[in-house]
Nanobody
Framework: QVQLQESGPGQVKPSQTLSLTCTVS??????????WSWIRQPPGKGLEWIGR???????YYNPSLKSRTSISRDTSRNQFTLQLRSVTPEDAAVYYC???????????????????WGQGTQVSVSS
């Protein structure tokens, strides 16, 4: 089966950069018809989509976070990485990586859904 595993520091100081890596097994991050995404959930709040990287390497980000966000990949290690710069306490959350599947309907319309998720990693922001 496909498995995703987040890794990185559990605590980051304010104004510094958060770097998280998602290691994928059971699937290639260069395979067609899949995107690879980062999502987070602050305490007591809902899920927030951060951004994604496609099989081609193209990226797209949540406009509210775009100025501080970079997603990259290492195809030799089958990993993709999130960098979130200038963090504040509001960035504290559980961070997830997840795969986005692209599905063509019978009418030819492409839809998307998250088919596999990592277990999540808790990130705190404090001095």
């Amino acid at each position: 089966q496909v498995q995703l595993q987040e890794s990185g520091p559990g605590q980051v100081k304010p104004s510094q950069t958060l770097s998280l890596t998602c290691t994928v097994s059971g699937a290639s991050i260069t395979a067609y018809f899949y995107y690879w995404s980062w999502i987070r959930q602050p305490p007591g709040k809902g899920l927030e989509w951060i951004g994604r990287i496609a099989d081609s390497g193209s990226t797209y980000y949540n406009p509210s976070l775009k100025s501080r966000t970079s997603i990259s990949r290492d195809t030799s290690r089958n990993q993709f990485t999130l960098q979130l710069r200038s963090v504040t306490p509001e960035d504290a959350a559980v961070y997830y990586c997840a795969r986005v599947a692209l599905l063509q309907t019978a009418t030819g319309v492409t839809t998307t859904f998250f088919d596999y998720w990592g277990q999540g990693t808790q990130v705190s922001v404090s001095s």
